[in-house]
């Protein structure tokens, strides 16, 4: 029988889109999967504010012999897609066996489904959501966990993606930092006299107070993403809604670390930050991806035995570049986590496009080093 490829549309069919990775990397170590309510998330209308935008996003399952051999899902978001000469729209949750045919019958229906749509091509695998979770497919550093909000793919993924003819669209890098690396002295120094500025003021986000704070880094992520000195940055993003902050608070109020995550201000006025969160894929590697109520005792103390986080937002006001608020929120939420949350042993930040080498370059010069490499590929119809 020949390989069929079907629209998800039954709880059993959800099921399996969450089952295949889990058997594709029996007995990987390395492997953890993703909270399955975050990956659902994505997809429920009521949940993820892109389809109030526009947006159309489907996934299917792929068959042999009525085995379930593959997974993915595609998805157009007007507001996002536009953006790209010609309009690419996207490609998500690839998952498969090692089997060419598999790749190439993904591939063709996803170029058919995107042609159908008036669509010249498309990016993945991409998110349809938000920017820095699930992205890109890994093909560097294989011999490490996943940290939280990424995916892991067995090594022969690389090859099966690349056998379709697409072209490269961008590499992302996770980079990490050893908690019992010193940082640079020359840095140490410059956030030592930023401090005391009397201008200058830093200090942890307020959990109790998340809505406001979280509106204030809105106010800066914005800033920060619509002028650019990388203009191919620029013109990928179109900024953070009030909802969308909404969403991320209610997320992260449960696993925020309690005084690790900066925000820095100059005369008053909101101009960098850092949020942080523990990898919580450590929570599902024991539970295989759920979160059930009898599995909650496992959150318990989990902040304080955490052995790796994840800074997942970091950006400056551009009216405020170049003065060091960028090493500033670094490296006092870097000290802050250190000093409370002493198990740590590892941060793991990113990614971060190769295109954006001004955040490389930084990273790199407050002791970061590359760690692993996720690539996000272009195909046209």
Not at 22 to 32: E, F, V
Not at 50 to 70: A, I, K, P, S, T
Not at 193 to 214: M, Q, W
Request: glycine share 8%.
């Amino acid at each position: 029988m020949p390989i069929q490829i079907r629209k998800i549309t039954t709880k059993e069919q959800i099921d399996e889109f969450h089952r295949l990775p889990k058997k594709l990397n029996q007995g990987n170590k390395w492997y953890r999967p993703p909270f399955r309510f975050e990956v659902e998330n994505i997809f429920n209308p009521d949940k993820n504010e892109r389809y109030q935008r526009g947006g159309e996003c489907e996934r299917f399952l792929v068959y042999d012999d009525n085995e379930v051999v593959g997974r993915f899902a595609v998805f157009t978001d007007p507001e996002k897609d536009i953006v790209y000469d010609p309009k690419l729209g996207g490609i998500g949750f690839i998952e498969m066996q090692n089997d060419p045919e598999v790749a190439n019958a993904i591939i063709q229906y996803a170029k058919d489904w995107h042609r159908e749509r008036g669509y010249s091509g498309f990016r993945g695998p991409v998110n349809f959501g938000e920017n820095d979770t699930f992205w890109g497919v890994l093909i560097d550093g294989f011999k490490d966990h996943n940290v939280y909000g990424m995916l892991y793919h067995p090594e022969y993924y690389e090859g099966l993606i690349e056998q379709t003819k697409p072209d490269k669209f961008d590499d992302l890098f996770m980079y990490q930092l050893q908690m019992d690396q010193p940082l640079p002295e020359r840095l140490l120094n410059i956030t030592d006299r930023l401090k005391s500025k009397d201008n200058v003021e830093i200090r942890p986000i307020n959990k109790r107070n998340l809505l406001r704070d979280g509106e204030l880094i809105r106010k800066v992520y914005n800033r920060a993403f619509h002028d650019q000195i990388i203009q191919e940055r620029e013109e990928e993003f179109i900024g953070i809604s009030e909802e969308t902050i909404r969403q991320m608070v209610k997320k992260l109020k449960p696993v925020l670390m309690p005084g690790t995550s900066p925000i820095a201000f100059v005369d008053g006025e909101p101009a960098s930050f850092l949020v942080s969160v523990p990898d919580l894929h450590e929570i599902s590697a024991k539970t295989g991806g759920t979160l059930k109520w009898w599995q909650l005792p496992r959150l318990i103390g989990f902040k304080k035995r955490a052995v790796k986080f994840r800074p997942l937002a970091f950006g400056t006001d551009p009216r405020y570049r170049g003065r060091g608020l960028e090493a500033l929120v670094f490296i006092e939420g870097f000290k802050w986590t250190k000093e409370l949350y002493p198990n740590l042993k590892v941060l793991e930040g990113g990614f971060v496009s190769e295109k954006n080498w001004i955040m490389r370059r930084s990273l790199e010069a407050l002791g970061c080093r590359i760690a692993k490499t996720y690539r996000v590929y272009k195909w046209l119809c």
